[in-house]
């Protein structure tokens, strides 16, 4: 099973500010299986990035995904007040297997 | 607008087994194109797959769940199901039901139930 490991676990930033999420796989893995989601309390995760890179419909551009491997950033570049949730990221291999990691919570400083 | 609606008991007794179904909406659960799947969230904890299934009927679960679920589905009701049997106290959580194209060449889920909180009594 590979596993995902996110971090910072938290993460206490004030709005107008940049955030950087990081996402390590324990084995490489291809980008085009790498999702990223957002949480906000009582909701259902939302899709925000996939390919690592590509923005799902209706994300705006302020959000940013990269990486390749084993090592992934999801990157929000002027936090709006609605950015504050709990991000996911989330990983396919073939087995077939999908595994989230256990979340970074971004807070409001 | 696709939905997805989780439906079941909310409360299950330790040692039962705990079904949910998921009606789907707005799209053709038939449609040879989708994955449809069934995750969950204990209190405050990650996400954890539990498994999918395709409208043939084919399935793959989580090798840790695997001895305990099964997913079935019903093209003629647009619906899901999930039987998870011997349930414990830690099989208390939300239950999501979610959607993957799997056409694409990516994997991701992309659209998600609101969620039902079921929880294991004893």
């Known amino acids: 099973e590979i596993v995902l490991t996110q971090s910072p676990g938290t993460l206490s930033l004030s709005p107008g500010e940049r955030a950087t999420l990081s996402c390590r796989a324990s084995?490489?893995?291809?980008?085009?299986?790498l999702a990223w989601y957002q949480q906000k309390p009582g909701q259902a995760p939302r899709l925000l990035m996939y390919?690592?890179?590509s923005r799902a419909t209706g994300i705006p551009d302020r959000f940013t995904g990269s990486g390749s491997g084993t090592d992934f950033t999801l990157t929000i570049s002027t936090l709006e007040p609605e950015d504050f949730a709990v991000y996911y990221c989330q990983q396919y291999d073939s087995s077939p297997q999908y595994t989230f990691g256990q979340g970074t919570k971004l807070e409001i400083k | 607008q696709v939905q997805l609606q989780e439906s079941g008991p909310g409360l299950v007794e330790s040692s039962q087994t705990l079904s949910l179904t998921c009606t789907v909406s707005?799209?053709?659960?038939?449609?040879?194109?989708?994955?449809w799947n069934w995750i969950r969230q204990p209190a405050g904890k990650g996400l954890e797959w539990i498994g999918r299934?395709?409208?043939?009927?084919?399935?793959n679960y989580n090798p840790s769940l695997k001895s305990r679920v099964t997913i079935s589905v019903d093209t003629s009701k647009n619906q899901f199901s999930l039987k998870l049997i011997s349930v414990t106290a830690a099989d208390t959580a939300v239950y999501y039901c979610?959607?993957?194209?799997?056409?694409?060449?990516?994997?991701?889920?992309?659209?998600w139930g609101q969620g039902t909180l079921v929880t294991v009594s004893s």
């Open positions: 979610a959607r993957l194209p799997y056409t694409t060449g990516y994997y991701y889920f992309d659209y």
């Open positions: 707005g799209d053709s659960i038939g449609r040879n194109t989708y994955y």
């Open positions: 084995q490489s893995i291809s980008s085009r299986y």
């Open positions: 390919g690592a890179s």
């Open positions: 299934i395709y409208n043939s009927g084919s399935t």
